[in-house]
């Protein structure tokens, strides 16, 4: 039993433990010291002390040693049987599918619980992974057990003299000390096989981090047609590949590996996505317009084709307006100065915008609402909502007239709306429309409760009592009457109707 | 409400200690680079930072100055930076680029990156890569929990949803285990753990791992059952909008990490003003999980009664007057001013809403739920597109919604009804037509449907809903609808999976249920500590289902106890799908 650092040194040399056939024994001891979790274990079978300079505390001492790295090589796949057939005491979920191929040695298992009352077996589990994970990753003080740090780099050996255990670091401990921030060796994972048992490990433990790094590994160290190639069977390793590049801003070789993967759609929203980096318009434009020959899907392309149009126009339309307000010569621009740039603006904001700015100009004109609406194939419905915005917020009361106004064959004219006219009040309210235009459009509502309630609601008098009159609600309409000022003419319109015998009142 | 409740919840444990925890580790961090030094933080950890520590406890360990970290050059004349982040790789590119300029530029600085709640290898490959590894230190603060009430602990990490869901990357997974393993270790063990979703049981199997490989500590009494959430076990519920007192102030106003920022508007003054919102409000905790009819009655009859309390003033002598000054005018100035600001509130919520049609919005959100008069929600859907200005940046977020299944475009082969057809064709604008098809697919072709009758999720109703006294969980609904996260929550702890296997089917499976410490945790369920229940909600949960699962507490007899990865709700859940920004 070691009871303080300064003895270690003689203890190493002079250890029973020097039974041990191992090369370079020694090593492999202080490199198990640092093993946090052959410590833990540890602790378990003796529920001792914390402290970390214990490894004799494991009692393989009457273990014929030669015999257990035989036993370890030949029980590590019983192991994985024994296992599982433990009372985990924290157990898996039960519909958990294992990846059967893999193997395991019996690394990914409680070794705490082995230990509880089955020493045997327990000691070569422990020692297995202690050896798996000994030399490699060996970083002199970037572990966190400060008793190792004291004296391990004296004992370490070069490398080519532990190489023949490299193989034996399993990419189940691996990936297992990486998931615990200990130091850790990728380099001996040098085949292809070794490097996607590695992978492949890091996903099945579900560690995103880890899948990342284990990429990134695979990225510096294979080339990229077979790094590909091997993703298009691994999905979640795929995503998150993706993403990363996607996050280390490595557009080109995204690119390549969508194009691999045929997702060409991808592909070409991602380039798309590029514009959003460029500040110029006229730089974007033409980016945009290089857009338009990308594999979108059909309804997608269309769209492209729009942006890069709408911002065309834009352009033109932008350089003319801007001109014709700093000329001050156009009433409109006077009036209504321009609150920002029509740059990079929504279809609907822009067709908006020409209504108010460029309404009656002919269809020829790029800035003229009817060109927008051929160009860009807007719904009689959007383009109504946005004309009439426009021309109620400049109060061009007779414009929004004319918006409703058809006539029939036989020259009558007629109101009609394709979004209702509760809709169209509802907006003309919004821009304090007065009651008397307010009052037509609330008339032309169909349902009589909704006409009512609108009226109601935006105070249209005259609406509210013809409304009553054709209702043949005397009631209500005397009730109303209290409402109204006195001796108004709304009061003066109840008296005559309320006085005129020709109605038959319900009520 | 609570005299109702059948049998007595147990006391949930206390989380400050999580607190302490975290502020403790972040202390010692900061101790480890000794001297004067500045420290820039990153703008989503100021929140959780200041609900832990404050600037004096930083100034007791020699932070000097305090900056957010924004994408421009530092101004920092101290010969010691430390960068308080998120493991993100623009933000160690940044930090990367400072360290190189001053290298350049012959200055020496030390540098300490402190990762909160980990450091993620691809950070690290940034600092290799640029070639400061080792002129910078790492550390990880390993704050995981923010406990934002008794009853509610976040993980504070929105970036959650995004990642798992819609990139499918698992780097969030392991800090959910270690998370839990934390909730674990300090309150644990639990006897029942419980989950539905691929991302629960991984997070379930990381959990265990980390729990295998600790120490095992001599047993203690178990406590408690878990549950696990997918958040894409249940997008409905998360997308509808919220009608409970605390869910209204979180989509009007925006909660963030338990605390809401009042305008102008709300404490007419020209000034804004912070307030936290969580349980000590005791106003504020009397209506939080109200629907929102209910909740001008609470506040008036709470005026009268302030003002009850007020008048006993009067009529009182001196030795009296003197008690009721040093005793409760105190608490009444502070009842008062709670009452005023969220009186004030209430106002602002119903003038924004009544200027929104939202009674109309929330008609047209009932009928989708229910499956009623869908050509009608469709053609209001399509109107409200219509009088809205959407920008091409929307390309991508379609894009996005495709690849969560949240947006399903209608197929032209599909065979559809005539009426749905002229719908469809009085749609000329195709992101019209494109999200009316996807309600469209939402109503008719979406598991959704056949859970709710499963689930009874849409609770028939004669007359009209109590809300007042509400009679389920689908109260936080107006009575509409049953939120199904809650319910599966209410299913599985009545019964376990068993009888649900019609419902897991139409949910993707992946459900679970393990019983830690092996046999006799059947026996035990009885319990009292049982009835204690940690529900997980892996990328994120709404303050509506907080309020449906307070609801199914106080009825069974539960404590529940909240615990997911950031608080959400239909804007941010949008939000974070958006592509726009680069």
Redesign the interface.
């Known amino acids: 039993m070691i009871q303080n650092k300064p003895d270690e040194d003689d203890y190493w040399n002079n250890s029973k433990f020097k039974a041990f056939t191992f090369e370079d024994e020694d090593d492999e001891f202080s490199q198990l010291k640092e093993s946090k979790r052959a410590v833990n274990s540890i602790f378990v079978a003796d529920d001792d002390d914390e402290d970390d300079d214990d490894v004799e505390k494991v009692s393989w001492s009457g273990e014929p040693v030669g015999s257990i790295t035989w036993s370890i090589r030949e029980t590590a796949s019983t192991n994985r049987m024994t296992g599982e057939e433990r009372d985990y005491g924290f157990p898996k979920t039960e519909t958990t599918a294992q990846i059967p191929s893999l193997p395991k040695q019996g690394s990914s298992y409680s070794l705490s619980s082995l230990f509880k009352g089955r020493s045997k077996l327990g000691n070569f589990q422990v020692l297995s992974d202690c050896i798996h994970w000994v030399p490699v990753g060996y970083r002199p003080g970037a572990t966190n057990n400060p008793s190792v740090r004291s004296f391990a780099p004296e004992l370490r050996k070069p490398k080519s003299e532990y190489k023949d255990y490299i193989s034996d670091w399993s990419p189940e401990d691996t990936v297992r000390r990486m998931q615990k921030g200990k130091p850790y060796s990728l380099e001996s994972f040098r085949s292809l096989k070794d490097k996607l048992l590695l992978l492949d490990e890091a996903v099945q433990v579900h560690d995103g981090n880890i899948i990342t790094a284990v990429l990134i590994f695979l990225k510096r160290s294979l080339s990229k047609e077979i790094l590909f190639r091997e993703l298009v069977s691994r999905q979640i390793a795929l995503q998150h590949f993706i993403h990363f590049l996607k996050e280390a801003g490595e557009q080109i070789l995204l690119l390549e590996l969508l194009k691999t993967l045929g997702r060409t759609e991808d592909m070409a929203l991602l380039q798309y996505r590029e514009h959003l980096n460029i500040q110029d318009e006229v730089q974007r434009k033409d980016f945009l317009k290089g857009c338009i020959s990308l594999p979108f899907s059909v309804d997608d392309a269309s769209h492209v084709q729009d942006h890069y149009t709408l911002l065309e126009r834009q352009i033109i339309v932008e350089v003319n307006d801007k001109h014709l307000e700093r000329a001050g010569q156009t009433e409109i621009f006077k009036k209504y100065p321009r609150k920002a740039s029509i740059l990079n603006m929504p279809i609907i904001t822009t067709l908006y915008y020409s209504c108010f700015y460029h309404y009656g100009e002919s269809e020829g004109m790029y800035s003229s609402p009817t060109n927008i609406k051929k160009t860009f194939k807007i719904s009689d419905k959007q383009y109504l909502l946005a004309a009439l915005g426009a021309r109620a917020k400049l109060k061009a009361w007779k414009d929004v007239d004319t918006l409703f106004t058809t006539k029939n064959w036989l020259g009558y004219t007629k109101k009609k709306t394709p979004i209702g006219f509760h809709r169209v009040a509802d907006i003309l309210h919004k821009n304090n429309a007065p009651v008397q235009v307010l009052q037509e459009y609330v008339c032309l509502v169909d349902d009589m409760d909704l006409k009512l309630n609108l009226a109601l609601k935006y105070k249209c008098h005259d609406v509210i009592i013809d409304t009553y009159k054709d209702m043949k609600d005397r009631h209500q309409l005397m009730l109303y009457r209290c409402k109204v000022d006195r001796s108004s003419p709304e009061e003066r319109k109840i008296d005559d109707i309320l006085s005129n015998t020709q109605i038959r009142w319900k009520n | 409400m609570a005299l109702n409740s059948r049998r007595d919840a147990p006391e949930p444990p206390d989380f400050s200690h999580l607190k302490r925890l975290a502020r403790d580790q972040l202390i010692y961090l900061l101790e480890q680079l000794p001297g004067k030094k500045d420290l820039f933080i990153e703008a989503d950890l100021m929140s959780p930072l200041d609900r832990i520590a404050n600037v004096s406890t930083l100034k007791q360990h020699e932070v000097d100055k305090l900056y957010k970290l924004e994408n421009k050059p530092i101004v920092s004349t101290c010969d010691q930076l430390c960068f308080l982040i998120r493991p993100?790789?623009?933000s160690v590119k940044w930090i990367a680029n400072i360290v190189n300029t001053d290298k350049a530029a012959g200055r020496f600085r030390r540098y300490k990156l402190i990762f909160s709640p980990?450091k993620?290898?691809?950070c690290e490959?940034?600092l290799e890569e640029q070639g400061i590894y080792g002129d910078v230190s790492c550390d990880?603060w390993e704050f995981y929990l923010l406990p934002l009430d008794d009853d509610l602990i976040s993980l504070e990490l929105p970036e959650f949803f995004r990642?798992y869901f819609l990139?499918?990357?698992?780097?969030?997974?392991?800090t959910a285990g270690k998370a839990l393993h934390l909730l674990h270790s300090v309150y644990g063990?639990f006897s029942k753990i419980y989950?539905i979703g691929r991302c629960a049981?991984?997070t379930?199997?990381?959990w265990?791992?980390l729990?295998?490989?600790?120490?095992?500590r001599p047993r203690q009494p178990e406590v408690g059952n878990v549950f696990l959430i997918d958040r894409d076990v249940d997008f409905v519920t998360s997308l509808c909008s919220q009608v409970v007192y605390e869910g209204l102030v979180d989509d009007i106003f925006r909660i963030k990490c338990g605390c809401v920022e009042f305008g102008p508007e709300v404490t007419s003054s020209d000034k804004s003003l912070k307030v936290m919102l969580n349980s000590s409000d005791k106003v504020f905790n009397e209506i939080r999980n109200e629907h929102f009819s209910n909740v001008f009655g609470f506040l008036s009859q709470k005026a009268k009664s302030l003002q009850t309390a007020y008048d006993k003033r009067r009529g009182m002598d001196i030795q009296q007057m003197k008690t009721f000054v040093s005793q409760e005018l105190k608490g009444l100035k502070q009842d008062h001013r709670l009452l005023s600001l969220h009186i004030s509130a209430c106002e602002s919520i119903m003038k924004k809403k009544t200027k929104q049609d939202f009674q109309e919005l929330l008609k047209t959100e009932h009928c989708l739920l229910e499956g009623f008069n869908i050509r009608e929600s469709i053609s209001y859907i399509e109107?409200h597109i219509?009088?809205?200005?959407?920008?091409?940046?929307h390309?991508?977020t379609f894009?996005n919604l495709r690849k969560l299944g949240l947006l399903v475009?209608q197929q032209p082969g599909d065979t559809i009804t005539a009426m749905e057809n002229k719908v469809g064709k009085?749609?000329?604008?195709?992101?019209v037509g494109?999200l009316t098809d996807a309600f469209n697919s939402l109503a008719k072709k979406s598991n959704f449907r056949a859970l709710s009758k499963k689930l009874v999720l849409i609770p028939k109703v004669d007359g009209e809903y109590d809300l007042c006294t509400p009679r389920d969980m689908a109260y936080i609904f107006s009575g509409a609808y049953v939120p199904l996260s809650c319910k599966l929550v209410e299913q599985v702890l009545d019964r376990g999976w068993t009888g649900l296997e019609e419902v897991t089917r139409l949910l993707n499976?992946?459900?679970?249920?393990?019983?830690?410490?092996?046999s006799g945790g059947e026996m035990k369920t009885k319990h009292d500590s049982q009835r204690l229940v940690f529900v997980v909600f892996l990328g994120g949960c709404t303050f509506s289902e907080i309020s449906a699962l307070r609801f199914l507490g106080r009825e069974r007899g539960y404590k529940f106890i909240i615990v997911t990865t950031a608080i959400t709700n239909s804007a941010r859940l949008l939000e974070s799908v958006l592509?726009?920004?680069?």
């Open positions: 993100r790789i623009h980990q993620f290898y691809a490959t940034i990880e990642d990139e499918g990357d698992q780097r969030w997974v392991s063990p989950g049981k991984m379930y199997e990381t265990r791992e729990v295998e490989d600790g120490e095992q109107e219509n009088r809205q200005s959407y920008g091409t940046e390309l991508l894009a475009e009085l749609v000329t604008d195709k992101a494109k499976g992946n459900e679970f249920a393990v019983t830690a410490g092996g592509d726009s920004r680069v």
